[in-house]
């Protein structure tokens, strides 16, 4: 049959797919091979062709700026014990997490819009989480008193020492006591005792939970000292609210008393705090709201 390739017309009997190649017709495109990366303390891998090798270029270069910021944060004692690998999963989707640490300690990320973030805006956050792994399983401490409070709080006040430029959820780049501390005045914070009491307000309270627990260990960090914050974090006996007062000195409600007037101080001395808290709200204020009496 290759005789009658190139010809201006192809003999009946020849099949389809054949004559679709003899004529120069349509075929399928090769499927994309999906991009990846690997650093001294990373894999990248994408799930689809949806990242660029441009994007991987990109994240691994991130990831290792992140990496050497955490490291020199936690300290040399909390480091990894192996390579994080990072799975970009394509497009945002509302069914699915924007981003996670599985099981395996791997961590999978969404692409939002470039101004919120891109594939990149909770990647310092997911690195916080994945550093924290190997303690994860060294201690069990998943079903400790305040674990779910310590994780994401400590994770995300880890993101923003790194990294608060970042244009990822929940800061999105604006300054954190200027989100938190407007949030404190319009009487939208959840007291942070229900917090630890109620973790499962974590994802449908995720634009006030976010923040309020970050601005708690900032308050800790500035005002008990990064080794507090880091004997908090990676304790080695379960993490109730005795054993935190303990490390503290002060009973846990005190803290959360003094970190109230502590954060209001701050946004006080801010010139233009409330424009700047509109201009988020602008931006972000039809989010969900969790309310006390119905929804804690």
């Known amino acids: 049959m290759s005789a009658f390739i190139g010809r201006s017309r192809c003999w009946p ?6 004559l679709l190649a003899a004529c120069g017709g349509p075929t399928e495109p090769e499927p994309a091979t999906p991009v990846s990366r690997s650093s001294a303390h990373f894999d990248f891998e994408s799930t689809t062709a949806d990242a660029t090798a441009a994007e991987m270029d990109l994240g691994i270069s991130l990831a290792e700026t992140h990496y ?40 999978h990320l969404s692409r939002y819009r470039d101004d919120l973030g891109g594939y990149f805006g909770s990647l310092p956050h997911e690195v916080a989480h994945a550093f924290r792994y190997t303690y994860w399983h060294r201690f069990n401490i998943g079903p400790w008193e305040n674990f779910g409070f310590i994780e994401e709080g400590f994770a995300e006040f880890v993101a923003q020492q790194v990294y608060p430029e970042k244009g990822g959820f929940p800061f999105y780049g604006y300054p954190e006591d200027v989100v938190v501390g407007h949030m404190l005045i319009r009487g939208d914070a959840i007291p942070m005792q229900v917090m ?15 923040p309020l627990r970050a601005s708690w ?5 500035e005002t008990y000292g990064r080794a507090a914050v880091l004997a908090i974090a990676y304790a080695e006996v379960e993490t109730t609210n005795e054993m935190i007062a303990g490390l503290l000195g002060v009973a846990i409600a005190q803290v959360d008393a003094d970190w109230d007037l502590w954060l209001r101080a701050r946004y006080a001395a801010i010139p233009n705090a ?11 204020g039809d989010e969900p709201t969790c309310r006390a009496g119905v929804d804690y």
């Open 68 to 107: 050497e910021a955490i490291a020199n944060l936690v300290g040399a004692n909390h480091l990894p014990g192996r390579k994080i690998k990072v799975i970009l999963e394509g497009p945002f989707r509302p069914d699915r997490s924007a981003g996670f640490v599985d099981d395996q300690g791997n961590v």
């Open 217 to 221: 260990f900032r308050y800790v960090d």
């Open 13 to 18: 009997a020849v099949p389809v797919c054949l």
């Open 274 to 284: 409330e424009a700047v808290a509109q201009a988020y709200l602008a931006r972000f």
């Open 196 to 210: 630890r009491d109620r973790h499962e307000l974590n994802t449908p309270c995720q634009w006030q939970t976010y």
